[in-house]
Structure formats: structure tokens, C-alpha cells
């Protein structure tokens, strides 16, 4: 199954603030930097997080992201329903007109059900536990972060707490 972009863009920030140090608040601009995604997508996919509940943010010129209980015990299968806008799989029904075949065919139901044997399996993968430090030291060096990874137990935070120099804005 292929995933949209935007849950892409999604995953790959949850996936950076696990890895940040505890109590580390990352600014969008520093997510955007460290997934190589544009500001503009990465803050849309930051406001969705946040709407899910899976990140907590404070403003100000301190401010930024960090990922909260909920957003480290969440499964990927779950953060992909909640971000999975289509209702139609196989595109039966869409704004240039209805497939003559939908009143009879299975394939609709067989694509719903495909998809949801894909969360399923995804279901057992816990986001926070993905990260892992020779995958996210560059990508931290890059935006001014060095944290000292751990061995992730389940369910638990790659990653050790550590203070971190502040970010730029």
C-alpha cells in the first residue's frame, strides 16, 4: 500500500521529535530541516499531530514541539488511520464521476479490507521505538543536536535525555 504524502511528512516528524532528547522542544523549521521537507508542509502536518493529540507545543520565542505520552505510545498503524483521508480506496467514486461497475463490484470492499490488513500489521509497530542513532546523528547534526541514543526497551524513547543547546528560530 502506498501512503499519501502528507501522512509521509507526518510520520517522518513524529519520527524526529521520539528521537529528540526528553523535555527538547524542536521548532517546525528544525522538523522541516531534519525530514528535508518544506516549512509549509511540515507546519501543516505539525498542526494535525498536534490536533491527534500526539504533540504538545508551547509558543514564544522558546517555543516549539515535543512529542507527548500519547504521541510515544502510538502505534504507526494508528497515526495512519487518523491521517488517511480517503474514503474510497480504489477511487469508485470521485468529483469526474462514478465507475459504472460500483453498484456490483467487490473490488471496493477488497481494496477496505487490504487497507485495513496493512494497518493492522502496522498496528504492532510503536513509532517512538523506530528511530535509532546511526539513522537520526546526521539528521540531528544538521540542526544542531546531539543526543546520546540508547537501545529503545518497548514502547520507550530512543533516546537518553540530555540537555540540548537551544535552537535558533
Not at 502506498?2 to 521520539?18: E, G, P, T, W, Y
Not at 522538523?31 to 491527534?52: D, F, I, Q
Not at 496493512?118 to 510503536?126: M, N
Amino acid at each position: 500500500m502506498k501512503i499519501n504524502a502528507f501522512a509521509d511528512v507526518s510520520l517522518r516528524a513524529v519520527m524526529v521529535l521520539a528521537a529528540a532528547p526528553d523535555g527538547t522542544l524542536l521548532t517546525t523549521q528544525a522538523v522541516a530541516n531534519a525530514v528535508g521537507t518544506p516549512y509549509n508542509h511540515v507546519s501543516k502536518a505539525m498542526v494535525r499531530l498536534r490536533e491527534m493529540g500526539l504533540i504538545d507545543v508551547e509558543r514564544g520565542r522558546l517555543g516549539g514541539s515535543r512529542l507527548n505520552t500519547a504521541g510515544r505510545r502510538a502505534t504507526v498503524g494508528q497515526i495512519l488511520r487518523q491521517l488517511d483521508s480517503r474514503q474510497d480506496p480504489a477511487e469508485c467514486q470521485s468529483p469526474n464521476g462514478d465507475c459504472p461497475l460500483l453498484t456490483e463490484c467487490g473490488l471496493r470492499h477488497a481494496m477496505k479490507r487490504a487497507r485495513e490488513a496493512f494497518y493492522r500489521e502496522l498496528d504492532a509497530v510503536v513509532i517512538s521505538s523506530l528511530p535509532h542513532a546511526r539513522q537520526m546523528a546526521p539528521v540531528f547534526q544538521t540542526i544542531g543536536l546531539r543526543p546520546e541514543f540508547q537501545h529503545a526497551s518497548a514502547g520507550e524513547p530512543a533516546t537518553s535525555p540530555q540537555a540540548a543547546p537551544a535552537l535558533p528560530s
